[in-house]
């Protein structure tokens, strides 16, 4: 969650603030771009090399390798590819 207070990622992710957030998500719902299934495979592969290595803080990852987690973002993959 520490990306949520570091300026960069907020101005280049979510536009400037975390207010725009119901605006992205509903662009993502609505209007998902036609690469999602490449692009969720290449964050997939990222984060794999990141949680190898040990710089992702260990609270993060237990969510992130949660069952839930997973079930979730497997929704969002079969729905958009």
Avoid: H
């Avoid at 280049?12 to 036609?34: A, T």
């Amino acid at each position: 969650m520490e990306n949520l207070k570091d300026e960069a990622y907020l101005r280049i992710v979510c536009g400037g603030s975390l207010s725009n957030l119901p605006y992205l998500f509903y662009e993502l719902e609505n209007n998902p771009p036609f690469d999602l299934g490449e692009q969720m495979e290449a964050y997939r592969k990222s984060a794999e090399m990141v949680f190898d290595s040990g710089r992702m803080p260990r609270s993060d990852v237990k969510i992130i390798r949660s069952k839930i987690f997973k079930a979730k973002v497997g929704v969002i993959e079969v729905y958009y590819t």
